[in-house]
């Protein structure tokens, strides 16, 4: 069975930089498009970018041009590099294969000051 495991979360000042990692258990990891989600409190999880097993990307527009998502089939590996940090961005993020039941147990990301 398949897993996602996150890491790399943190707290970083406002205008800092973390990059955070998803690890899939799996070899059929390259043929998902995977995404990551985040969720702040007493919000909806939203989703923050995704990209395709070929490796097209799409974000939300509140992180395009801070965060860039990229993956490494080779170590079944998603990241997710957030520059340029703010408040806002204060969530737990998940990562998910997409259209799959697969979800990371999430990493908490604090921004603050």
């Known amino acids: 069975q398949v897993q996602l495991v996150e890491s790399g979360g943190g707290l970083v000042h406002p205008g800092g930089s973390l990059r955070l990692s998803c690890a899939a258990s799996g070899s059929i990891f390259s043929i998902y498009a995977m995404a990551w989600y985040r969720q702040a409190p007493g919000k909806q999880r939203e989703l923050v970018a995704h990209?395709?097993?070929?490796?097209?990307?799409n974000y939300a527009d509140s992180v395009k041009g801070r965060f860039t998502i990229s993956r490494d089939n080779a170590k079944n590996t998603v990241y997710l590099q957030m520059n340029s940090l703010k408040p806002e961005d204060t969530a737990i993020y998940y990562c998910n294969g997409i259209g799959t039941p697969l979800w990371g147990q999430g990493t908490q990301v604090t921004v603050s000051s």
């Open positions: 990209i395709t097993s070929d490796g097209r990307t």
